[in-house]
């Protein structure tokens, strides 16, 4: 449980050493540095935009890169190599081939949804010998519209009634079931064919004008056109698939890019005067020693001070637990640091956390496949547990649960009837795995894993009240501990004792219960006057007990967890059966195989997901609300991240 203890310090130089300062605390990355004055505005906005842009090209690059490519970009590089390539890499001319390219797809999508458009309006009408706007002569017009096709003969009965001389003349269809006519009538009765025609569902076509060309033709070019652009869309593509090669460059430069951005903040940082600069800071309190010698090594003319914080001034919290507990930072991450004052109720969650995923899951063949998937990422990848700390988590949660289940007898929701009698063994409840000692199919098994849930709970929320008297016990407050906490734990022992004492004493268990009972009212009335103790205590003692029925009840989601777990493996298995036994021999084992695989490889992700949130749940809610506060402000040291 440590909260590494950390020291405000101020560091006053040599002006004209700065930049040397500047990249000393840059590599060495244990100084997070604070304004040490107001500070002086700087309009970045230029850098930015330059940043902005290398990221463009970084996003779009991306999608091109091939694997080789994208796996030289998951490579570290050293230091040196960074720098030699943020110097040598000509971004802008990257950035400007990729926004020429953009605007040249850009503007070519836009042509050819333009010629879509011109396909679709022009498809219609593609029988037509001639087109343009408007056929127009001194006694008659030509017009164009469309018209469902079920209706045309409603309109030409009208037209040849009242308007004798006029001629419908349908040339082509819609894929929406309309036609497209061609209608000539007299000038004169162009008012009556308009208030005809709309009112039968006709609507007035404004064609293009193609200059003379006809509509088959313009057709065609128009297709020609969209061919040309969409193989220069593909050229295109070529272009920006062999500047891809520059994206393991880019990503340098970026990194570079980063670097910078963080020397200029702490340059902004600074007080100064005409002789000196001045940083002021946080940084672990055991760097102390060695910050000293390397900055006299660097200059005599540095001095490393220690400062008093500010009034109010929150301390920066970093957390350093054994390697066996620091994946589960990854869970108190999730709540959030805890408060400088406060203890790390890392190592404390890890093994509640860890038993409770497991017993969520018991299944055994799960924990194995959870423990082969996080495994071969952490093996190919290499990555440490403090570069990969909810991968290593799961890791651990899968070997746990693997262990865990083989007592319930949870395989991949498979019976005992189901595999070889090799793995099997004859028992009183009936036929059993070897291993297994609960059966969960029955109520012995499920009765078990209740009471281990309920006991489980009372564990951890009894271990969560002694780490707050132990906290209070440890700074000062001693009396306060005994009363607020650990009478809680007196009648916790005087309960066991009547439990479990032998029958002689029985008598004396049930005083010594009734004085832990009054001790604990007494205790829980701490705070107020005397004569309002036993009231206050009363009530604190009665919030107590509703307190821990209600919480304890909320252990029984581990109860629930299990068996649905088992629950859901076992319906899938039924599942893949079913259907295999729909289908010939020869095409049922490839559909059960497949059902079988991908079904538990989703009910895997599902209970995982599901047992990880409802085991953190019982930190967050449950265990830490007897003595977590939680809301600190993480340690970021001005450091170079590679």
Known sequence: MAIV?????????????????????????????RPAGDGIEIDHSEVMYKEAEVQFAITTLQGFADKQTLSACNKKAPIEAIVQTAKHTDVNSIVTELHTLEKEDTDAAHTIQELADFKELITPWKGLTALSKEAESTTTVQIFGLLPLTIEHKLSDSMTQSMKRSVLTKIGETPAGLGAYSVIIWKEDSAAFSELATTLGWSNVELPDLNGKLPTIAFEEA????????????????????????????????????????????????????????????????????????????????????????????????????????????????????????????????PFFILYFSLCLTDAGYGLIIALIFGTFLLVTKKSIDEAKLPWLLFFGGIMTFFVSIPFGGWLGLTPEQVPAMLTKSTAEGLMFKGQIWNLGKQSGIDFLQNLSLALGMTHMFFGMFLAGQHKWMHGKKVEAFWMDFTAHILLGSILFLAFAPAELKGIAIYILYGSIAIMIWGKGYGTVWYARPLSGLLGMGNFLIGMISNGLSYLRILALGLVTGAIAAAINQVAVEMGNLFPIWLSIPVIVVIFLVGHMVSIALNTLGSFIHSGRLQFIEFFSQFFEGGGRGFSPFKRTL
């Open 223 to 350: 297709i020609m056109k969209e061919k040309v652009l969409q193989e220069s869309l593909l050229t295109n593509s070529k272009k920006r698939q062999k500047l891809a090669v520059e994206l393991p460059n880019l990503l340098k430069v970026k990194l570079f890019m980063q670097w910078l951005d963080q020397k200029q903040e702490v340059r902004e940082a600074m007080g100064s005067t005409e002789a000196t600069v001045t940083l002021l800071g946080w940084m672990p309190a055991n760097a102390l020693e060695g910050m000293e010698i390397k900055l006299q090594k660097l200059s005599p003319a540095i001095a490393l001070i220690k400062v008093k914080p500010d009034e109010g001034e929150e301390t920066p919290v970093l957390l350093k637990n054994h390697k066996l507990f620091t994946p589960f930072e990854s869970v108190t991450n999730l709540y959030g640091l805890p408060l400088s004052r406060e203890m790390d109720p890392t190592t404390a969650l890890s």
């Open 5 to 33: 203890k950390m020291q405000k310090v101020g560091i006053i130089a040599h002006v004209s050493i700065r930049e040397e300062l500047i990249a000393m605390l840059h590599d060495v990355g244990v100084l997070e540095v």
